[in-house]
């Protein structure tokens, strides 16, 4: 354990307090991305009075941007005294919205029982506050570190992420040479290193059909009734299969670890939505639904896509007048950063330092900024670490733990020192 570092940590708690009930008032709620550029600007202004060098970069063009609601994104360097790597803590700043249920204000900031609540609490400006108390605390130790350290705030992980981190990478700010090792303090739990994401594809399936009098539903074609096909196909054959793939890869929860589908949702026929008012008896011409399947590193892109043809295709061999079409929306890679890359290696060396214990390597049910770190910015020594119990994102009465800050802050200033000072 490294005293001087933990000790730099505890003498900042307050600050640490500070610094997550500041960003909790900035009612950063996506979508549509409220507040983002006064964040950003508060960001920009506390890392400059810790000698960072900071940037407001917009995600022009994005989906979301606009003048009302600008994709501010804030990305801070500071220099070590010689060169050598870099490491940069990255976390999103939006939050989603509040909903119902909270006993307190979800955007105050509230202080109680050794615990901050509000809503990004825990996912995740705990966690950035954190990693800013960590580069803190290691600076104030190890002025003359060798390197640089990055923080940045970003925007929209709750929604893609494309107008922050993807806009980052595309414009170099996440790749070699100016970046070598990512952290990323989502609220994965203190003890625990996230190592990636399972892998996404969205797809829209529609059935086609032809209208007609619902009176008569035999001189039409009810694209429903052919998409009800396609669910029970589902069930007796896909649902099956994918319960079948297990991984290896660690995902958490336990029931994450093989393939999923949802269905995120479905739509045929006229809409009932014009109140007052009924629907005028048609056969449904056209159903569609959205399909959100979760892959996994056994598994490539192309194999998943064929196994949903195949069913469709069977359909259409041995179905009279079945015909359908299908559009991806949106496609993610698995992604599972080596164990025993840099990044991995100096937290869990950390975690043991700090919880006397082996950290649990894990794999995110579902896919974050990570994502467009390993795809556009292609580096891959990036893992998630930091603050706050999972299962507590996007719940009301959110909160994060003080003492779990501080542990976690202690880790990433101890792995900020195994990167920068011993490398
Ligand atoms: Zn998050």
């Known amino acids: ?45 506390i890392l400059a009075a810790r000698g960072f060098e900071t940037r407001l970069i917009r995600g022009e063009g994005a989906p979301g941007d606009s003048d009302r609601y600008p994709r501010t994104n804030v990305v801070a360097r500071r220099e070590g005294r010689a060169p050598g790597p870099t490491v940069h803590f990255n976390s999103h700043i939006d939050v989603v919205e509040a909903g119902e249920g909270w006993s307190v204000d979800p955007f105050t900031g509230v202080v109680r029982n050794g615990k901050v609540f509000g809503r990004g609490a825990c996912d995740m400006k705990g966690g950035l506050a954190a990693s800013i108390i960590a580069a ?127 269905i995120n949702s479905i739509h045929g026929g006229q809409t009932e939505d014009f109140f007052p008012g009924l629907p005028s008896p048609n056969v449904a011409d056209s159903c569609r639904i959205v399909i959100d399947r979760r892959f996994l590193i056994e598994e490539s892109l192309e194999e998943v896509k064929d196994e949903v043809i195949a069913i469709l295709e069977r359909l259409k061999r041995e179905r009279p007048r079945f015909d359908y079409s299908i559009r991806d929306l949106m496609e993610v890679l698995p992604t599972m950063t080596a164990r025993d890359a840099a990044v991995p290696r100096a937290l869990a060396k950390a975690v043991r330092a700090v919880f006397g214990r082996e950290p649990d390597y894990v794999i995110s049910p579902g896919t974050y900024d990570q994502k467009h770190i390993a795809r556009l910015g292609h580096l891959h020594d990036c893992v998630a670490y930091g603050p706050g119990i999972l299962d507590l994102a996007h719940r009301p009465d959110e909160w994060v733990g003080i003492e779990d800050m501080v542990q976690s802050a202690t880790v990433m200033a101890m792995a900020l020192d195994t990167l920068l000072r011993k490398a």
């Open 1 to 45: 354990m490294n005293e001087s570092l933990a000790r730099a940590v505890s003498e900042r708690v307050d600050e640490l307090v500070a610094l997550t009930v500041d960003l909790i008032r900035f009612p950063t709620v996506n979508p549509p991305g409220e507040a983002y550029t006064p964040c950003a600007e508060h960001l920009a202004c």
């Open 136 to 262: 803190d605390a290691f600076m104030a130790v190890y002025p003359d570190f060798h390197g640089a350290i990055e923080i940045s705030g970003t925007v929209d992980e709750e929604s893609g992420g494309f107008g922050g981190v993807a806009y980052l990478a595309r414009s170099g700010f996440f790749s070699k040479p100016r970046v070598d090792h990512v952290i990323i303090p989502e609220p994965l739990n203190k003890d625990r290193i996230c190592l990636g994401h399972r892998g996404v594809w969205w797809a829209e399936i529609e059935t086609h059909g032809a209208i007609a009098h619902g009176s008569m539903p035999f001189l039409g074609d009810s694209a429903i009734r052919h998409m009800a096909a396609v669910l029970s196909a589902f069930e007796a054959e896909l649902y099956p299969a994918l319960d079948a793939k297990r991984t290896d890869m660690p995902v958490v929860p336990e029931g994450a670890r093989r393939s999923t589908l949802n």
